[in-house]
């Protein structure tokens, strides 16, 4: 399907499952502009290539450095990038683009990972509330998310 708008779509993600699931999308973002924010590991640079991709600072998890580092970074890339909407499904390293997004009033999708089908994940529960669209792949995802959308598996 080819769109009538291209859009600059910036994903951010952490490596493994977290990008292997964004990835599932081509068929929708291989029609935009888009540029990708995950950690330097051995699984992104295989898939997206050694210069495709902005190395995001790892690890995220309840590193307070890293976070101010990554958000930094996440005024650096939205500045030069520019882009039309930010899309992540965790981990950590979305709440300092979510929330750079916010400030620059660029919207956001999140989406809930696919194998947390019956408790929240922390960064689901963090960025929710800058989430201009909150996606879930289960139905039980939808009651421990009020508001949120269901749009069925990725795989």
Request: glycine share 6%; aromatic share 10%; with cysteine.
């Amino acid at each position: 399907m080819k769109n009538a708008t291209r859009r600059r779509v910036l994903f951010v993600c952490s490596s493994g499952g977290h990008l292997a699931q964004l990835l599932e999308l081509e068929h929708w973002w291989g029609d935009h502009d888009c540029h990708w924010v995950t950690f330097d590991l051995p699984d992104a640079r295989s898939r997206l290539g050694a210069d495709g991709f902005t190395a995001a600072h790892y690890p995220t998890t309840r590193n307070l450095p890293n976070a101010v580092r990554n958000l930094i970074l996440a005024r650096t890339v939205m500045k030069e990038f520019k882009p039309d909407v930010v899309i992540s499904n965790g981990a950590a390293v979305a709440v300092p683009f979510f929330l750079e997004a916010k400030r620059r009033g660029i919207p956001t999708v999140f989406i809930e990972v696919y194998d947390r089908i019956d408790s929240r994940t922390m960064t689901g529960r963090l960025v929710k509330p800058f989430a201009t669209s909150f996606l879930v792949q289960w139905p039980e995802q939808q009651e421990l998310y009020p508001g949120s959308t269901l749009i069925g598996t990725l795989y």
